[in-house]
Nanobody, 123 residues
Framework: VHLVESGGGVVEAGGSLRLSCAAS????????VGWFRQAPGKDREFVAAMSWSEGTVYFADYVKGRFTISRDNANNTVNLQMNSLKPEDTAVYYCAADLWGMGYMGPSEYDYWGQGTQVTVSS
């Protein structure tokens, strides 16, 4: 499966962005989808994930209550809605896919990655 992220940009603190991860090559329903982010000089970290079967969702504590994740089956995409953004949310955001996966938080669980989209939150 090939993944392409979109929706990044520059936003003021307190604002919102919606990231999309579009898949081609296979139905996205067969995959767990995770969102990760990487800020300059830092390791890639988990943000959110959704399992492939029951759609169970998981969030990192630092985004819980502010971010949501959802599937758009008609468009074969998974969206990450980010509200109440903070400057510390600034990073390159990546989506990743794991065939028949459970939505684990470790990057090594995912076999397919997008190219990333930059999110910058100004204070």
């Amino acid at each position: 499966v090939h993944l392409v992220e979109s929706g990044g940009g520059v936003v003021e603190a307190g604002g919102s962005l919606r990231l999309s991860c579009a898949a081609s090559g296979r139905t996205f329903n067969d995959y767990a989808v995770g969102w990760f982010r990487q800020a300059p000089g830092k390791d890639r970290e988990f943000v959110a994930a959704m399992s492939w079967s029951e759609g169970t969702v998981y969030f990192a504590d630092y985004v819980k209550g502010r971010f949501t994740i959802s599937r758009d089956n008609a468009n074969n995409t998974v969206n990450l809605q980010m509200n109440s953004l903070k400057p510390e949310d600034t990073a390159v955001y990546y989506c990743a896919a794991d065939l028949w996966g459970m939505g684990y938080m470790g990057p090594s669980e995912y076999d397919y990655w997008g190219q990333g989209t930059q999110v910058t939150v100004s204070s």
